[in-house]
């Protein structure tokens, strides 16, 4: 794997209007996600598999082709951009245009002191899309004038939860 990206930002990376920042645990499967060096990336909850629900995410932004997608997981901090993109189905995949932890622009011990509201608000001041929201299960330091553009999950729920759909629903409505 390599941990570093070297490629420059695209045009519709600077360009993109509107804006998923997207969060992975707790939101596509349940936030109990660990790795060990023997089992890898793995889930310890009985039952769930990860990613389960990315395509309910899909579905959602189906209707919406110009909706763009960064990652805000740590996933991208800890195993890097294009590791953490190929996890994702072809067409979430397709809509990545990035995420909020890019070493070309911050120091990782920089990025880890910030809560993941403010990382999240630092990446919508650098791109300026015209809309945007964040889907993620972490809402401890969130600034207030972002908070609306936050939906919130439950760890064991995330984006299975009928109320998280539709306020999903209502904020791509909103576009």
Known sequence: MNKHDHHSPTTV?????QLCF???????????????PDRGIHITTPGRALFEWAPIL????????DVMIVLSTSWVRLRGLEFAKSKLPAALRARVIGATFDNRI????????????????AEVERRKPAKWFAIDNDDRGWPPFCREQLIKTDDNL?????????????MLASF
């Open 58 to 65: 899909e579905g959602l932004l189906l209707p919406y082709p």
């Open 158 to 170: 995330g984006l299975s939860s009928a109320e998280v759909q539709e306020a999903i629903r209502s």
């Open 13 to 17: 990376e600077s360009g993109a209007s």
């Open 22 to 36: 997207l969060d992975y645990d707790g939101v596509v499967h349940v936030d109990s996600v660990f790795w060990s």
């Open 106 to 121: 911050m120091q990782k011990l920089e990025f880890d002191m910030m809560s993941r509201g403010c990382q999240v608000h």
